[in-house]
């Protein structure tokens, strides 16, 4: 989801543009891409239920961790804001560092040990 997430954002921000999201803390991200990385996540989570019949709740519970994963990025970049710093490598030139890409994982990671917590989750084991 974080992948679908983040290449849906990636195409339909910079395709269709339109009002940024956030644009003092991460001012290339816009609507049109924080929507379309839902819809991606979506039509993931749809996709892997017709294949798998994992069944139907898996669609919001996909657009739930892009909700999350988007969080992540938005959590990290807050933070660098405050410290002053651009990226958080160099390491990886031109994508903000090593971090950029973990820090949606991190929030969906997180998200999903916080329901594996307070639900009971079936074959989902942390």
Same mark, same amino acid.
């Given at each position: 989801?974080?992948?679908?997430?983040?290449?849906?954002?990636?195409?339909? #921000?910079?395709?269709? +543009?339109? /009002?940024?999201?956030?644009?003092?803390?991460? /001012?290339?991200?816009?609507?049109? #891409?924080?929507?379309?990385?839902?819809? $991606?996540?979506?039509?993931? #989570?749809?996709?892997?239920? !017709?294949?798998?019949?994992?069944? /139907?709740?898996?669609?919001? =519970?996909?657009? $739930?961790?892009?909700?999350? &994963?988007?969080?992540?990025?938005?959590?990290? &970049?807050? !933070?660098?804001?405050?410290?002053?710093?651009?990226?958080?490598?160099? =390491?990886?030139? #031109?994508? +903000?560092?090593?971090?950029?890409?973990?820090?949606?994982? !991190?929030?969906?990671?997180?998200?999903? =040990?916080?329901?594996? !917590? $307070?639900?009971?989750?079936? +074959?989902?084991?942390?």
């Amino acid at each position: 989801m974080v992948v679908a997430t983040d290449v849906g954002g990636y195409f339909a #921000g910079r395709l269709i +543009g339109g /009002p940024k999201f956030w644009p003092l803390v991460s /001012p290339k991200k816009t609507w049109a #891409g924080t929507v379309a990385g839902w819809i $991606l996540a979506a039509a993931v #989570g749809l996709a892997f239920d !017709l294949f798998t019949r994992v069944g /139907p709740e898996i669609v919001p =519970l996909s657009v $739930l961790l892009s909700i999350a &994963s988007q969080w992540g990025d938005i959590s990290k &970049s807050v !933070l660098k804001r405050r410290m002053g710093v651009k990226d958080s490598s160099n =390491l990886i030139p #031109g994508h +903000g560092g090593m971090l950029d890409r973990f820090d949606a994982m !991190l929030g969906a990671s997180l998200f999903m =040990l916080a329901l594996n !917590l $307070l639900f009971d989750m079936p +074959g989902l084991v942390f």
